[in-house]
């Protein structure tokens, strides 16, 4: 079993809570990574690119730990959509969102600082939303305030309302954190989450 620290180059509780779900010792760092996207960048290349920076910009303070990164970018009629950060910004992305599918693109990477080993995937969730009203939309955002979240809802909480439909890779990588794929690449470094004790 590999011993290796492990560490989430993030400070979002969502992805903090996530990883807590398997059950392995964890520490958290900040990136500090522009997220930006660049010009001619599709919204896939876009969170895969920012996945592994982030694993990255910290991998200088954790020489031998395996690190991971995780980005989520939103598309919606080809305009990516990133974090409202304000709330005038939040609701016209809703507003440009209602009875539309929007498709979430998470990127999550896994860098072996040790020997520079990196494993990176991307998990797309499709999501169809309610053709809100203006008020629903408002109250919504009083209510649950997701100025950190891509695409302005947060599935996980009150957001499911503005859901009509969902499907796609991963429901975690919707959250932000694609399990499925980072179990598997854990694996690859020789750390089960299933060890037995």
Known sequence: ?????????STSIYRSELLSRLQIPFTTAAPHVDETPLPSESAKQTSLRLAQEKARA???DHPDALII???QVALL???QLGKPYTHENAVRQLRAMRGKTVTFYTAITLLNARNDNLQSEVAENHVSFRDLSDAEIEAYLYKEQPYN???SAKSEGLGIALISRMGGDD???LIGLPLISLISMLSNQG????QPK
């Open 1 to 9: 079993m590999n011993s290796q620290p492990l560490v989430l180059a």
């Open 58 to 60: 910290v991998a200088h």
């Open 69 to 71: 990164g995780s980005d």
């Open 77 to 79: 009629d080809g305009t």
């Open 149 to 151: 979240c891509a695409g």
């Open 171 to 173: 429901p975690n990588a």
């Open 191 to 194: 750390m089960s989450v299933l």
